[in-house]
């Protein structure tokens, strides 16, 4: 089982691209990152860190989530016309690092809600009738699949806003 803390931070800003997509096309999610550091080093940016994949709207897993695929930046800017700026809002947060890249997202999601709630601990979502909204849940890749193609190796940070 991975371990789980809850850690107090700061906002975090970031640039991206927003967009409604399917877990079955998640290449073309993917697509989107080289796009990103690529229009963020044009724009003179430095980026702090992988890809997160900011979860904001999923009814089931076959249906068309809301996702930002984002980098984490100093600083809010704009980097270019098709991509969005933002930031992740301050707060406490649920955090878990597992290895094992996206094999093991799905048992780590879950883990982390049964863990929450045996401590009592309230994920800041909205459930509607189309679908779990998040205030803030994301996934951030912490290794470098170039650099490592062993996915066992690949270390994520899986993170959920707690109210």
């Given at each position: 089982?991975?371990?789980?803390?809850?850690?107090?931070?700061?906002?975090?800003?970031?640039v991206?691209?927003?967009?409604?997509?399917?877990?079955?096309?998640?290449?073309?999610?993917?697509?989107?990152?080289?796009?990103?550091?690529?229009?963020?080093?044009?724009?003179?940016?430095?980026?702090?860190?992988?890809?997160?994949?900011?979860?904001?709207?999923?009814?089931?897993?076959?249906?068309p989530?809301?996702?930002?695929?984002?980098?984490?930046?100093?600083?809010?800017?704009?980097?270019?016309?098709?991509?969005?700026?933002?930031?992740?809002?301050?707060?406490?947060?649920?955090?878990?690092?597992?290895?094992g890249?996206?094999?093991?997202?799905?048992?780590?999601h879950?883990?982390?809600w049964?863990?929450a709630?045996?401590?009592?601990?309230?994920?800041?979502?909205?459930?509607?009738?189309?679908?779990?909204?998040?205030?803030?849940?994301?996934?951030?890749?912490?290794?470098?699949?170039?650099?490592?193609?062993?996915?066992s190796?690949?270390?994520?940070?899986?993170?959920?806003?707690?109210?």
């Open positions: 089982m991975t371990e789980f803390t809850v850690e107090q931070r700061p906002e975090r800003p970031w991206g691209v927003k967009m409604t997509a399917e877990l079955a096309h998640w290449d073309r999610l993917n697509a989107h990152v080289p796009r990103i550091y690529s229009a963020l080093a044009a724009a003179g940016g430095v980026p702090l860190g992988g890809p997160i994949y900011q979860y904001h709207r999923l009814k089931t897993a076959q249906d989530m809301e996702i930002t695929v984002s980098v984490p930046v100093a600083a809010c800017m704009e980097i270019g016309e098709g991509f969005d700026t933002g930031a992740l809002p301050a707060g406490r947060y649920l955090v878990a690092r597992p290895e890249g996206p094999d093991v997202l799905a048992t780590v879950r883990e982390m049964e863990w709630q045996v401590q009592g601990l309230v994920l800041a979502i909205d459930e509607r009738s189309d679908g779990i909204h998040w205030q803030g849940r994301t996934e951030q890749f912490l290794t470098d699949p170039q650099s490592e193609p062993d996915r190796k690949w270390a994520t940070e899986v993170t959920y806003l707690l109210r």
